[in-house]
């Protein structure tokens, strides 16, 4: 079974620049998930999607990010403009879960994001 | 709001030896789920072992095994016979039954492994 795709691997932009985050959760996985994780840190939770649905996205900075799952499968994660606190490695996840499950998330590689 | 807390940052464990990585949490629900994740040098986040809180019964695969106390809110891992493999950050996560389930993770807890 092919695992949860992340591209690029590492990013390094200015200040007030943009980026995006591209993942490709693993075939039939209904759900998935975008996370930061800040150096020491656990991964903090940024959204979930059900199928292209938002599920939860209470903890995501609204002004400067933006996620989109527009089919259900394929995700990509923005941040517009970046800051200096924004560095950190954005983790996708899926699972096959529905609302209510304890199925596990299956993690990709994530992204390191690093800001001049 | 609920938390999870791992108050140790770093262990360390000889090979082959028996080491507890220690976690609680916070919460006011009464069913919930609880999970160790093991992140390797490599970064991807695996799952180690997972404990249904109305399970009574202590969650066990192969060498790892959790001791889950749910009065004490308490829920640590215990790896034996430890191997230069499971050197890793370890994440305790918890995770409501409900809606809107989000996953928090506490700081995690760097293994080291000795030879």
């Known amino acids: 079974e092919a695992g949860v795709a992340q591209s690029p691997r590492y990013k390094i932009i200015e200040k007030r620049q943009s980026v995006a985050f591209w993942c490709n959760p693993i075939?039939?996985?209904?759900?998935l998930y975008w996370y930061q994780q800040i150096l020491g840190q656990g991964p903090k939770l940024l959204i979930q999607f059900q199928n292209n649905g938002v599920v939860d996205d209470s903890q995501l900075p609204k002004d400067r990010f933006s996620a989109e799952r527009l089919k259900g499968v394929d995700s990509t994660l923005k941040i517009q403009p970046a800051k200096l606190e924004d560095s950190a490695v954005y983790l996708c996840?899926?699972?096959?879960?529905?609302?209510?499950?304890?199925?596990?998330?299956?993690f990709g590689d994530g992204t390191r994001l690093s800001i001049l | 709001a609920q938390t999870v807390t791992q108050s140790q940052p770093e262990m360390s464990v000889q090979e082959a030896e028996t080491v507890t990585l220690s976690c609680t949490y916070d919460?006011?629900?009464?069913?919930?789920?609880l999970f160790w994740y093991k992140q390797p040098p490599s970064r991807q986040m695996i799952l180690v072992i997972r404990?249904?809180?109305?399970?009574?019964q202590n969650a066990t695969e192969n060498r790892f095994s959790v001791n889950f106390q749910k009065a004490a809110k308490s829920f640590s891992l215990k790896i034996s016979d430890s191997q230069l493999g499971d050197a890793a950050m370890y994440f305790c996560a918890y995770r409501r039954t409900r809606a809107n389930n989000d996953m928090r993770f506490g700081a995690g807890t760097r293994l080291t492994v000795k030879p």
């Open positions: 404990q249904e809180a109305y399970k009574q």
């Open positions: 996840a899926s699972s096959l879960e529905g609302k209510h499950s304890n199925q596990p998330q299956h």
């Open positions: 919460t006011s629900e009464s069913d919930y789920y």
């Open positions: 075939s039939g996985h209904a759900t």
